[in-house]
């Protein structure tokens, strides 16, 4: 996991920190898609010092545009005022209390007039949290065991479970290599996974483990639309197996539209997840769902004395409030349709085979390399070129609500100069020569696009 040696960091102390990091924190980060060969590593940043808006600043002292939203977290901007000042007052006034509080109510009545499917509602600190409890209700409802899943859901030991076949199950699912360690053999078979777009294949699933699957758990979509009808197809052979249908909106959520991805979809679950945008930025998480699915759950055993902390549900109501006040999925939809037209131009007037494609809400670039490793080195490059010039992401765009004109212009400006670099060094076939990282690691290959 190192950086080419002959060519010094571009972020000494960045890198600096990630050392000290390694000896004191196994896998040196929290969360693996912030591990610095993720991107360009000693290229990109690895520990940011502050951030407001649509920007942090590094301890290096660069400043970037983050076109990640701190992992989808971020919808409003970093450092919302109306959000923080929210949070403020509530903190004077307590965060975590002996008994419940009102809060509680209010953002469960704010989540049940906005989400289609939701008439009850648990909370959670974080996505992969929020899917585990789901799951658990899942199960707990039918009195069933094993669960269906398509796309990215968590750590936890129910979808690890998956590879403990001999098929690493797993692979196109989240990304190879992923070894179970720690999770109970005993739970071999128990999760399963479907392949996205093809309802065939689930129903053969389904008809293999009848009478036996608790929940059938997707990602709604990514960075494409999905089939026409296909979820609502999946829904109901879901239900006709006796099966709760889940929707994990953990990364989709409140970008697509006040409601979540299913009321821009038109599909309404049993049950859904929801956390990172909720609540820009703080932790917080929620399961929502029917009354019918959720209402068993009361005599379920799931509890914490931090899933109803005053910090995350003052964030997440103000946070859902905000984004309905101020129109955010209309915004980010306007932006992503503009930042891919200009990509788009700049790619046809430097003369490089790169398309900005994908949903609005979340572009992607598409670079016309057929040659995979090659493809890898391309894609580093980009991301490496675009750092140097005060832009920090993927091949990809997370949006939110702060980046405006200023953060495109500066984009599209820096991609002119990166797309001609990516063009000469394919004309001379100089690609590998011009890295000075490692070629960046995917945080995920997710099948649900």
């Known amino acids: 996991m190192s950086s080419k040696p002959s060519k010094p960091t571009r972020v ?17 980060t929290q969360l693996i898609s912030r591990r610095p060969n993720r991107v360009a590593y000693g290229v990109s940043p690895v520990y940011a010092q502050r951030a407001k808006g649509a920007r942090f600043w590094d301890v290096d002292g660069f400043e970037y545009i983050d076109w990640i939203s701190g992992i989808g977290s971020i919808i409003l901007g970093y450092a919302d005022p109306v959000v923080d000042d929210a949070v403020r007052e509530q903190m004077a006034l307590g965060t975590v209390y002996a008994v ?6 209010e953002l469960a009545e704010e989540l049940c007039s906005a989400i289609p499917c939701a008439e009850m509602v648990r909370y959670a600190k974080c996505g992969g949290e929020a899917c ?12 069933r065991d094993k669960v269906l899943f398509c796309g990215y859901h968590g750590w936890h030991d129910w979808y690890l479970a998956a590879n403990l076949a001999e098929e690493a199950s797993l692979n196109g699912h989240l990304f190879p290599g992923i070894e179970p360690i720690g999770v109970p053999r005993a739970l071999a078979g128990t999760a399963l996974p479907f392949p996205y777009g093809d309802l065939a294949a689930l129903g053969e699933l389904l008809d293999k483990h009848k009478g036996e699957v608790a929940a059938v758990i997707m990602e709604p979509l990514r960075s494409e639309i999905p089939p026409a009808g296909y979820l609502t197809d999946v829904g109901k052979l879901a239900r006709e197996h006796g099966a709760v249908f889940i929707l994990d909106e953990v990364s989709a959520g409140l970008r697509f539209s006040t409601g979540g991805s299913q009321q821009y979809l038109g599909v309404t679950p049993d049950m859904a997840v929801f956390a990172k945008s909720m609540s820009n930025g703080y932790a917080m998480g929620a399961v929502v769902g029917t009354r019918a699915v959720m209402e068993p759950a009361a005599q379920m055993f799931i509890s914490s004395t931090y899933w109803s902390d005053t910090i995350g549900l003052r964030a997440a109501l103000t946070t859902l409030r905000e984004v309905r006040r101020r129109d955010v999925p209309a915004q980010l939809w306007k932006t992503g349709a503009q930042l891919k037209s200009s990509l788009n131009a700049v790619a046809q007037e430097v003369g490089l085979g790169v398309q900005c494609a994908g949903i609005d809400v979340h572009p992607h670039l598409q670079f016309a390399v057929s040659d995979p490793a090659l493809k890898s080195q391309v894609s580093t490059l980009y991301i490496q070129e675009m750092a140097k010039r005060g832009c920090h992401g993927y091949a990809s765009f997370y949006l939110n609500a702060a980046q405006g004109p200023a953060e495109l212009q500066q984009t599209v400006d820096a991609a002119r100069e990166t797309f001609t670099i990516i ?17 960046q690691q995917d945080a995920f290959r997710r099948l649900v696009r």
Do not use: F, W
Not at 423 to 439: M, P
């Open 423 to 439: 063009r000469d060094a394919l004309e001379t076939h100089t690609v590998e020569q011009r890295l000075e990282c490692a070629v």
């Open 12 to 28: 000494p102390k960045s890198m600096a920190l990630y050392e000290r990091a390694m000896e004191l924190i196994p896998g040196a």
């Open 100 to 105: 419940n509080h009102e809060l509680e109510i």
């Open 132 to 143: 585990a409890i789901a799951v658990r209700i899942a199960r707990g409802t039918t009195g």
